[in-house]
């Protein structure tokens, strides 16, 4: 099933391998900074839940993503995004392309889930500021590379 994109929103999906961290963190952020010019969503490969420090981390600085829950990239099937972020090495490797993608990019960011509460503070001040400062209906793929 194809969605329509609302309001002329551009839609964007994040994916990491569990859909607990990196990806709702930038869920959140694309949707809390830019929300009024896309539609975001996230996913995983291996879902998991969301990460309570990723929530922690987020709500110190006003955004809350405690209502957020970890989906499977197949709940995704059949629609059409404008752009899809692999944003770790996993996800790119399992899904390099997304049948519905029209643009895909890796921007892969370190795993804090393994970490204390400051590398998710420093994963999520990576993200937010990656998306406040490159234009991210801009970019195009960057080729894959294979020795």
Known sequence: MVMNTAAGKKRVLFLCTHNSARSQMAEGLLRYLK???????SAGTEPSGVHPLAIEA???????????RSKSLREFDGQVFDLVVTMCDGAHA??????????????????????DIAAFRNCRDEIRKWLETD?????????????
């Open 35 to 41: 929300g009024g010019v896309y539609e975001v969503f």
């Open 94 to 115: 399992e899904c390099p392309h997304f049948p519905g993608a029209k643009v895909m990019m890796h921007r892969g960011f370190a795993d804090p889930s393994s970490e």
């Open 58 to 68: 987020m709500r110190e600085i006003g955004v809350d993503i405690s209502a957020q």
């Open 135 to 147: 234009d991210i209906s801009t970019q195009t793929p960057r080729p894959r590379i294979s020795f």
